[in-house]
């Protein structure tokens, strides 16, 4: 059976510093992966999404970006954060051609 | 731009009783849709969905509305029950597979 990784669960990180956010899925292969933020209170805002390895497309401009090394990970960055970036981040993923998205357990972020 | 509302941040329900969830979107592309349930401090969990060629698609307690020409689609639990309790997000696609959420509601079922 497939399942998706994310860690940390929790990070407190001051303004200014870098970020970096790691997701992995297992047990299936090419699949879609994407990123979502969701700010206290607010439905899932889509961040990036990605169909292969390399291949990375942003929805909202930010100071966030994305990146896909390898097949089944996906990482989240930030060279700066800043305070608006505090939240709670969701990384899914999607069989190829398919709509449902699966999500992992997600990372609170707390930018102070 | 919000294309799909939940505009019930919250219900409250008894337990054993039907629990109703609305949505309503703008975009008549969108052709998939679905229901996720979140707890909080995790993510969302992928509960059920309908196509736009169909108007209901039925999993066990969960039901799910479609009406095209509202823009409309509801979800039905019969019966609720305490572990329903979550923020429950419609989401919809168009044929790219980028979701677009609503702003979630939240249901508390009552002993």
């Known amino acids: 059976s497939q399942t998706i990784h994310q860690w940390p669960a929790t990070l407190v990180q001051p303004v200014g510093s870098p970020l970096s956010l790691e997701c992995t899925v297992e047990g299936t292969s090419n699949p879609n992966l994407y990123w979502y933020r969701q700010a206290a209170g607010r439905g899932l805002q889509l961040l990036f999404y990605s169909v292969g390895i390399g291949q990375i497309s942003s929805e909202v401009p930010q100071n966030l970006s994305a990146s896909r090394p390898q097949d089944r990970q996906f990482i989240l960055s930030s060279k700066k954060l800043l305070l608006s970036d505090s939240g709670f981040y969701l990384c899914?993923?999607?069989?190829?051609?398919?709509?449902?998205?699966?999500f992992g357990p997600g990372t609170r972020l707390l930018v102070l | 731009d919000q294309q799909v509302k939940q505009n019930s941040p919250s219900l409250s329900v008894q337990e054993g009783r039907i629990s109703i969830l609305n949505c309503d979107y703008t975009n008549s592309m969108f052709d998939y849709f679905l229901w996720y349930k979140k707890y909080p401090a995790e993510g969302p969990t992928f509960l059920i969905s309908i196509s736009s060629i169909k108007d209901k698609n039925e999993d066990g307690r969960f039901t799910v509305f479609l009406n095209k020409s509202a823009k409309h689609l509801s979800l039905h639990i019969v019966p609720s029950q305490p572990g329903d309790s979550a923020v429950y997000f419609c989401?919809?696609?168009?044929?790219?597979?980028?979701?677009?959420f609503g702003a979630g509601t939240t249901v508390t079922v009552r002993a």
């Open positions: 899914a993923w999607s069989v190829r051609g398919l709509e449902t998205q699966y």
């Open positions: 989401a919809a696609s168009r044929d790219d597979y980028k979701l677009s």
